[in-house]
């Protein structure tokens, strides 16, 4: 699947507000979908790029020999999906938000997992 498509299928996880691919070296998204005048996908791609560099790091500085698979930031009123790309040298991650009233966290990650497997980079 194309990086439209699968940020449509993103959108299409129950709850969803906003998604985007992103480089996370660079901060920059490679698609949107979503968002608008409550959530700037652009900024909240370039912040999780950050979360997701200092992970890294702090793994690396750990010397842990793992790989991330998501990182969830929980708000108020909001879940933050990160999912880390786990392909041949890609720095990228799929990015949900997620209303919490209206989502299954559980059902989210589990979209997130088959969307990465289908996305062709």
């Given at each position: 699947?194309?990086?439209?498509?699968?940020?449509?299928?993103?959108?299409?996880?129950?709850?969803?507000?906003?998604?985007?691919?992103?480089?996370?070296?660079?901060?920059?998204?490679?698609?949107?979908?979503?968002?608008?005048?409550?959530?700037?996908?652009?900024?909240?791609?370039?912040?999780?790029?950050?979360?997701?560099?200092?992970?890294?790091?702090?793994?690396?500085?750990?010397?842990?020999?793992?790989?991330?698979?998501?990182?969830?930031?929980?708000?108020?009123?909001?879940?933050?999906?990160?999912?880390?790309?786990?392909?041949?040298?890609?720095?990228?991650?799929?990015?949900?938000?997620?209303?919490?009233?209206?989502?299954?966290?559980?059902?989210?990650?589990?979209?997130?997992?088959?969307?990465?497997?289908?996305?062709a980079l």
């Amino acid at each position: 699947m194309n990086i439209e498509t699968a940020l449509k299928e993103a959108m299409a996880v129950n709850g969803a507000i906003g998604a985007a691919l992103v480089d996370y070296e660079s901060g920059m998204c490679l698609g949107t979908a979503g968002g608008g005048r409550d959530l700037d996908l652009e900024i909240a791609a370039a912040g999780n790029a950050e979360v997701v560099r200092h992970e890294m790091r702090m793994m690396a500085t750990l010397d842990m020999d793992e790989s991330i698979e998501d990182i969830l930031v929980t708000l108020h009123r909001q879940y933050h999906l990160i999912r880390v790309l786990t392909r041949d040298g890609a720095y990228m991650f799929l990015y949900l938000a997620l209303d919490r009233e209206r989502a299954n966290l559980a059902l989210a990650r589990h979209s997130l997992r088959r969307i990465e497997r289908e996305l062709a980079l």
